[in-house]
């Protein structure tokens, strides 16, 4: 099942796998990136929500933009490789 997700999001993915040099990668990482993901998720549900309660729909591009950043937050945490994880934080 794995195999499949990680087929589904290999454009997300190969953006911070790709690279040789050296990185430094924590676990600690991975669990902040799950919950800032998480919240991010969370944030965009509000923002959905409130912008169907107001009936703007200049409140849909707040939604977008924190459901994509959690969405990349949830798929590097979860199924990116040490290497990505390390990327999306910037450590060298």
Known sequence: MEKIVRRIFQPILRIFESGDGEYRYETSHRKILI???VL???LSTVSAVLAIISSQL???IPFLVF?????VCEVVGLLGSNR???KIWGSK
């Open 35 to 37: 919950a800032m993901g």
């Open 40 to 42: 991010f998720l969370a």
């Open 58 to 60: 200049g409140g849909l």
């Open 67 to 71: 459901f994509m950043i959690g969405l």
């Open 84 to 86: 990505a994880v390390a």
